[in-house]
């Protein structure tokens, strides 16, 4: 993320029985940092202790995603 190398991102939304289903595609070169929203560090418990991830603010890029299905 730092060095701003993003891959392909596919949304995919279905109801809980998976009979109705939507898929969407966010290219690489449409996805910008505000996209990310970092998130709290792993506990010491966790596997990865002290890893940092993020979370998806998709607000931020929903009018560039395409609907695939």
């Known amino acids: 993320m730092d060095a701003a190398i993003y891959f392909p991102l596919y949304l ?3 109801n809980r029985d ?3 289903f939507s898929i969407y595609y ?3 070169d449409l996805q ?3 996209l990310f929203k ?4 792993l506990t010491v418990t966790a ?3 002290g890893w940092k991830g993020s979370n998806y603010d998709i607000r931020v890029a929903q009018d560039k995603f395409v609907r695939l299905v």
């Open 12 to 14: 995919v939304l279905a």
């Open 18 to 20: 998976l009979k109705l």
């Open 26 to 28: 966010l290219a690489a």
């Open 32 to 34: 910008e940092p505000e």
């Open 38 to 41: 970092e998130r709290k560090l």
């Open 47 to 49: 596997k990865r202790a």
